[in-house]
C-alpha cells in the first residue's frame, strides 16, 4: 500500500491478510490512508472467539487449522473494532462466518471418513452443512468479515 498515493482509492479489501502481517496497526494506518473518503475497506479475518477454537484448542488442532506460525496475530470482535476505530476507521460493521475450521478440526480428532467416496461421505456433509449454518447465526463462527469507512 506505500506505493500509493493518498485517498486513491474507493474501496480496499483485505481478505485474510492482516494476520499475516508483521504490524497490523500500521497495514491499516496505511490502507486509511490511500482511501478515499467516504471510501470502504473490507477485511476477513479469523475470529478467535470461534466455538471451533473454544472445542479443540486443548488437542492443538484449531491452531493446526489456522496455519501457526503463518498467523502471526489474532483478533475478537471487540479487538479489531478498537484497533480500527484507533487507526481512524468509523461505521464498523463485524459479521461472521463459517471458514471451515470446525469441519477440519473434526477431521483430525475424530478421523472420520470424510475425504473418502462413498456412501459415508453424505451423513457427514450434511451435519457439517446444518452446523455451519447454526454457528454462523452466533458470534461462534470462524471468520470475521468487517466493513467500514473512512
Not at 83 to 92: D, P, R, S, V, Y
Not at 120 to 130: E, G, S, T
Request: net charge positive; hydrophobic share 45%; with cysteine.
Amino acid at each position: 500500500l506505500s506505493k500509493f498515493a493518498d485517498n486513491s482509492f474507493d474501496v480496499v479489501r483485505l481478505w485474510h491478510v492482516l494476520e499475516h502481517t508483521l504490524n497490523p496497526q500500521e497495514t491499516l494506518k496505511e490502507a486509511h490512508r490511500v482511501i478515499k473518503l467516504g471510501g470502504e475497506l473490507i477485511l476477513g479475518i479469523p475470529n478467535i472467539d470461534a466455538l471451533s477454537r473454544k472445542i479443540f484448542c486443548d488437542y492443538n488442532k484449531w491452531y493446526e487449522v489456522c496455519n501457526l506460525p503463518l498467523h502471526l496475530f489474532f483478533f475478537s470482535r471487540e479487538t479489531l473494532r478498537f484497533l480500527l476505530e484507533k487507526c481512524g476507521f468509523k461505521e464498523i460493521s463485524i459479521k461472521t462466518h463459517s471458514g471451515g475450521a470446525m469441519r477440519m478440526a473434526l477431521e483430525k480428532v475424530l478421523k472420520p471418513p470424510l475425504s473418502k467416496n462413498g456412501w459415508l461421505r453424505f451423513p457427514w456433509n450434511a451435519i457439517f452443512m446444518i452446523s455451519d449454518f447454526l454457528i454462523d447465526k452466533t458470534f461462534w463462527a470462524d471468520c470475521l468479515e468487517v466493513h467500514c469507512s473512512k
